[in-house]
């Protein structure tokens, strides 16, 4: 039997308070609101939809905001939704390796591993800040999988980019 593991993004909301996916934004107030509701462990959306209505945001700005509802839409539960943010995101700039991180969650919760490993490997390939994040994901879709020696690799990855990161040194003791 599999032991289910959420992926990062949930891990990090109930251990440090901060969300794999999320994006910063500069400037507008409601997009900045939006970025720390994708951190905080609450379920609001609010800020986000008044920012993609009311505010111009445009290019990164507009995708980031994509993301980080998305990443509320994903803790909410609502998966369908963050996919179709992810969607609009992507179509705005495919260069946000978050996109696809996020994605990635999106098809763990989904019990969907192979297409979660596809899209945490395409979130690194395209570039993103927290690649130890996606790393350490990667090693929980690993795990689901039964790819053990590969899930190993993956948290030692994550180690060698963040030797801080007490939650992939903890998954790589206990395999």
Same mark, same amino acid.
């Given at each position: 039997?599999?032991? &289910?593991?959420?992926? +990062?993004?949930?891990? +990090?909301?109930?251990?440090?308070?901060?969300?794999?996916?999320q994006?910063?934004?500069?400037?507008?107030?409601?997009?900045?609101?939006?970025?720390?509701?994708?951190?905080?462990d609450?379920?609001?959306? #609010?800020?986000?939809?008044?920012?993609?209505?009311?505010?111009?945001? =445009?290019?990164? #700005?507009?995708?980031?905001?994509? =993301?980080?509802?998305? =990443? =509320?839409? !994903?803790?909410?539960?609502?998966? *369908?939704?963050?996919?179709? #943010?992810? %969607?609009?995101?992507?179509? +705005?700039?495919?260069?946000?390796? %978050?996109?696809?991180?996020?994605?990635?969650?999106?098809? &763990?919760y989904?019990?969907? &591993?192979? %297409?979660?490993?596809?899209?945490?490997?395409?979130?690194?390939?395209?570039?993103?800040?927290?690649?130890?994040?996606?790393?350490?994901? *990667?090693?929980?879709?690993?795990?689901?999988?039964?790819?053990?020696?590969?899930?190993?690799?993956?948290?030692?990855?994550?180690? !060698?980019?963040?030797p801080? &990161? #007490?939650?992939?040194?903890?998954?790589?003791?206990?395999?």
């Amino acid at each position: 039997m599999r032991s &289910f593991f959420p992926p +990062l993004v949930a891990t +990090l909301l109930l251990c440090t308070g901060t969300a794999l996916a999320q994006i910063s934004v500069t400037g507008n107030y409601y997009a900045r609101q939006c970025y720390f509701e994708a951190a905080s462990d609450g379920a609001s959306y #609010d800020s986000c939809d008044k920012s993609l209505e009311v505010e111009m945001l =445009v290019g990164r #700005d507009r995708a980031a905001t994509y =993301v980080n509802r998305a =990443v =509320v839409y !994903t803790n909410a539960g609502n998966l *369908r939704a963050a996919l179709r #943010d992810l %969607e609009r995101a992507e179509s +705005l700039r495919p260069d946000l390796g %978050e996109i696809y991180a996020s994605r990635g969650n999106v098809y &763990f919760y989904q019990n969907s &591993f192979e %297409e979660a490993l596809a899209e945490y490997d395409r979130g690194i390939a395209t570039g993103m800040k927290k690649l130890h994040a996606a790393h350490y994901d *990667r090693g929980l879709a690993l795990e689901q999988l039964g790819r053990l020696q590969e899930a190993k690799e993956a948290y030692r990855e994550s180690i !060698t980019l963040a030797p801080e &990161f #007490d939650l992939a040194k903890a998954r790589l003791s206990r395999l």
